[in-house]
């Protein structure tokens, strides 16, 4: 069974001793859901999953899953019934709003709209961008290490793109640049990279694009759940994140900022709830969270991502940040003392300037980043995410065309995990793979593989979900 063998020293993240970030980063800083999920080994046994994929889909913390088991028997539909469990379904749905709002630092004038993920929200607001003459009136400026989720939806109206410089303070000057060419509405950016985990300063990206008469957007999906975020103190005009990154994985989103481009766009969902009066050859849209929020909205999911936001919000932000720094520091340490494991990170100036999430990128030199993962899922228990990241342009230019690795945590990680991590790529340095492993339908996958799934579970792995995600 795997133990770690390798014990580098904690950096101190602020001024707290080594000995107490160890202890604070030994065990997890909430609870969560499935902590001590087993997870079966291909050489036979269990072994606790390690995971570190957060940056990917967070567990649920539980005080939310209690949550809704407490909400779940008054479930009924929303806007739309006088009985009192639907009545109480749209109290909930409504003061999700104000819960979220107040969560982000949100002006009392800004729109809180539940989307299904921050995909969605992004492609919202990408029909909502000032128009004249039925054309958008500016240009969405963006850069190449956004997460497509946050490039795609902007090809589909006037856009420019900037590349990342090698620092951020380049990078503040190469957008500077661009915007000074005028004629951009918005900036898109993202709040931390879901490749490196690298914070962008949004604060001052914010005054940047207001200097020149644009907005700015934030995709948060993956600064959420690691930073406070005060959207009226830093100037964003509008905000974006999933609930599923967030602890809340029941399937809703978030969109929240200016009301005034939301009014004025195109309705996101055409249906009920969406409108003032519908007739046969026309309609009048309500304005307000309701004009894109057609149809039953996720009533559980906004709740519980709002419950989640009150969660994180209790949170002593220094022992937050330090519990993960911790795990992060030592992970980043452990890795550069392995033999052909390079760590990876887009700005030099990033560390000192804004600072990192608990996400970090790395490669194993001689193995396929998708054959390392499989390995150390199968024969160590360790779950993290390989692939692209859905960040095309940005793994290219970083001479990563076919992807790379990434470990991410949260609230829920201990120390323990990152130690399962190295010392697993550790043993691979030194005795290289235990098992034999095959590409199976584009994935690495172990060959011959007897590991038994939960009996509700559909599919043994290895051939379940073998479609490949080629996106990643
Ligand atoms: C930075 C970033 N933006 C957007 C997204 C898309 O989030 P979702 O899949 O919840 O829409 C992700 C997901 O990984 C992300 O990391």
Not at 38 to 55: K, S, V, W
Not at 93 to 98: D, F, L, M, P, S
Not at 225 to 243: C, M, Q, W
Request: hydrophobic share 40%.
């Amino acid at each position: 069974m795997t133990t770690a063998t390798v014990s580098p020293a904690i950096a101190t993240a602020g001024e707290a001793p080594a000995s107490e970030l160890t202890a604070l980063a030994g065990r997890p800083l909430s609870a969560v859901t499935g902590a001590e999920i087993q997870a079966p080994l291909i050489q036979g046994g269990h072994i606790r999953y390690a995971n570190l994929d957060y940056g990917a889909s967070a567990p649920a913390l539980s005080v939310v899953s209690a949550y809704l088991n407490e909400i779940l028997p008054y479930y009924a539909s929303v806007h739309r019934g006088a009985g009192y469990a639907s009545q109480i379904s749209t109290s909930v749905y409504e003061n999700a709003r104000n819960i979220v709002r107040d969560f982000v630092g949100g002006r009392q004038d800004d729109s809180v709209i539940f989307t299904r993920n921050t995909t969605d929200s992004l492609n919202l607001l990408a029909g909502c961008l000032p128009q004249s003459d039925g054309r958008p009136t500016g240009d969405v400026l963006y850069l190449d290490i956004e997460h497509h989720a946050n490039l795609l939806p902007w090809q589909g109206v006037p856009h420019r793109s900037v590349v990342a410089a090698p620092t951020l303070a380049g990078t503040i000057e190469a957008l500077r640049a661009e915007l000074q060419q005028g004629h951009v509405s918005l900036l898109a950016v993202t709040g931390a990279s879901n490749v490196t985990g690298e914070i962008l300063p949004i604060r001052a990206l914010a005054a940047l694009a207001h200097e020149f008469g644009a907005r700015i957007v934030v995709d948060a999906a993956q600064l959420a759940p690691h930073r406070r975020i005060n959207i009226s103190a830093d100037g964003v005009d509008y905000l974006a994140f999933s609930g599923h990154k967030l602890y809340a994985p029941f399937g809703a989103g978030v969109l929240v900022g200016r009301t005034d481009w939301l009014d004025a766009g195109t309705p996101h969902l055409a249906g009920g709830g969406a409108v003032r009066e519908a007739r046969l050859d026309g309609v009048s849209w309500a304005t307000g969270p309701a004009r894109h929020e057609g149809g039953s909205p996720n009533v559980l999911g906004a709740a519980t991502l709002a419950r989640a936001t009150e969660v994180i919000a209790s949170l002593d932000q220094d022992r937050w940040h330090s519990h993960e720094a911790a795990i992060r520091s030592y992970l980043v340490d452990g890795l550069q003392k392995i033999d052909g494991v390079t760590v990876h990170q887009i700005f030099a100036d990033s560390d000192a300037a804004t600072g990192t999430i608990g996400v970090v990128n790395f490669s194993v030199a001689g193995y396929d980043a998708g054959l390392v993962a499989a390995y150390l899922s199968a024969e160590h228990g360790v779950g993290l995410r390989d692939g692209r990241f859905c960040a095309h342009p940005l793994l290219k230019r970083l001479g990563l065309p076919s992807g790379s690795l990434r470990a991410s945590f949260g609230v829920g990680s201990r120390l323990e995990d990152a130690q399962r991590l190295l010392a697993g790529l550790e043993q691979l340095r030194r005795t290289g793979l235990g098992w034999d492993y095959v590409v199976d339908a584009g994935r690495w996958v172990p060959a011959n593989d007897s590991r038994i799934y939960p009996e509700w579970a559909p599919n043994t792995p290895g051939t379940a979900g073998a479609a490949p995600c080629l996106d990643d």
